[in-house]
């Protein structure tokens, strides 16, 4: 996917951490708000910082549901898009698998993962471009 489709890859690792930064923002409030109610003493209503962190906050994690919604929807079309690669990763498993076999009938015939995979990445930027990965 990263070599046929770099921008799925991409967009891909831009929500990963787009969602690890919203979720540590989440925590980071909750912190916040638990620390401002264990340090209020008397009634929790009559603390204005108390009570205007609980209004941004809830303002704040509204916001961030709504894009964590949006996200997954757009993660379910990117995996969607890298499902129709699996075809190619098992043929290329199969024919990586048979060489390493090799070595078993003569030790010449012993193939690294990297020589594989820099033969591999040649086969695919020489092919013809394909939107049929089942051919």
């Not at 620390?35 to 008397?42: F, V």
């Not at 809830?58 to 961030?64: F, G």
């Not at 993962?113 to 820099?118: E, I, P, R, S, V």
Request: some cysteine.
């Amino acid at each position: 996917v990263a070599r046929e489709r770099p921008d799925l890859e991409e967009q891909k690792n831009q929500m990963v951490v787009q969602n690890a930064k919203m979720n540590a923002q989440l925590k980071g409030i909750e912190d916040e708000i638990l620390r401002l109610l264990a340090s209020s003493e008397g009634d929790v209503l009559a603390d204005d910082t108390l009570i205007t962190t609980i209004s941004s906050s809830k303002t704040v994690a509204t916001d961030i549901a709504q894009k964590q919604e949006e996200a997954k929807v757009m993660e379910v079309d990117i995996d969607k898009a890298r499902e129709t690669y699996r075809p190619v990763a098992y043929h290329a498993s199969v024919l990586f698998f048979g060489i390493v076999e090799m070595a078993q009938i003569d030790p010449m015939y012993q193939f690294s993962l990297q020589w594989y995979q820099t033969l591999f990445g040649l086969a695919v930027d020489s092919a013809p471009k394909c939107d049929d990965f089942e051919e």
